[in-house]
């Protein structure tokens, strides 16, 4: 046998223990994640489906109407915890994101993207209004490295609560945001033909405001998490309506001296595209005092 054939054999053979290995490895943690999700089933008396991939699910609730295709937009919760209940993040019903059902195993966090499948193949077998819950094996989830920074330990099964929300229009969801939002908070507001909601806080006596007028305005405008994403600080600026956002026009209803607070729905502000810090489809909450008005 010659030199030449001596290395290639050598290096098959090392690639095959070298393989061998990792398959086990893998082939481990699989058995181990396995027996983990068992136990806890047992423990909590929970009968769950397991699918041929690995992961276990459990429809809660079918919903109702069509199927929905991978291409038809939807609106969505999930909430991601740990087998011993440790909330990792869910998310919030004053901001609900929503994207083609197709889409909805893509997740971006602390900048790094993740694809669970699992996600996106339980919620295709929902309708509109149906829930679920998922449990994620490690290997199809964080994996051995997991995430420090929200507490994500190595190897660690992951339960996940998932939920297609009816409504399947944005303005539909930007009503059920503000809604919840005016809920939550015990905030009773005022709703205008144009879907808009104010609260007058202080009604004022002076000029007219017009649809060519231009305003001397202080404001504050947060998104419904509470984020802000512009303000005056106290420093009145000088704004012509005719060039504000759509939601802004609603002033026409009021004179100088007035303060009042606007829920705006997201076709009347920034839109699909969003602005800067402003996301897609976001419903703006906006503080505003008309200092003066120049018509």
């Known amino acids: 046998m010659n030199k030449f054939t001596q290395l290639s054999l050598f290096t098959l053979l090392l690639a095959t223990v ?3 290995s990792c398959k086990k490895e893998y082939e481990s943690i699989q058995s181990i994640d396995d027996a983990a999700i068992q136990a806890y089933l047992k423990k909590n008396n929970l009968s769950f489906e397991k699918d041929t991939s690995g992961y276990y699910y459990k429809v809660t609730t079918d919903g109702t109407g069509d199927v929905i295709k991978n291409s038809d937009s939807v609106y969505y919760s999930y909430t991601f915890k740990t087998l011993s209940g440790q909330l990792l993040n869910q998310t919030s019903n004053v901001m609900i994101p929503g994207t083609f059902l197709g889409y909805t195993d893509r997740f971006t966090i602390n900048n ?10 339980v919620l295709t077998k929902l309708k509109r209004g149906g829930k679920a819950t998922l449990i994620m ?7 051995k490295n997991g995430i ?10 992951i339960l996940v609560d998932l939920g297609i929300y009816t409504e399947s229009k944005v303005h539909q969801i930007d009503e059920l945001e503000i809604n919840n939002f005016l809920s ?24 007219q405001v ?13 998104l419904l998490s509470g984020t802000i994403f512009d303000q ?5 600026v000088s704004i012509e309506l005719a060039n504000a956002i759509k939601g802004w026009g609603i002033l026409t209803n009021f004179k100088a001296g007035t303060k009042i607070r ?8 920034y839109g699909q595209l969003g602005n800067g810090t402003i996301p897609g489809n976001a419903v703006l909450d906006f503080d505003i005092e008309i200092v003066s008005v120049t018509n």
């Open 262 to 269: 606007l829920f705006i729905p997201s076709d009347l502000g």
């Open 210 to 222: 017009l649809a060519s007028s231009t305003l001397s305005v202080n404001y504050t405008g947060r």
């Open 18 to 20: 070298i393989f061998s």
């Open 137 to 143: 094996p490690s290997s199809m989830a964080f994996g």
């Open 148 to 157: 420090s920074f929200l507490n994500i330990g190595s190897n660690e099964n």
């Open 232 to 236: 005056t600080n106290g420093t009145a």
């Open 112 to 121: 790094v993207s993740y694809v669970f499948k699992p996600i996106r193949e």
């Open 184 to 207: 939550a908070n015990s905030l009773t507001a005022i709703k205008d033909p144009s879907r808009i909601r104010y609260i007058i806080t202080q009604q004022g006596t002076g000029d």
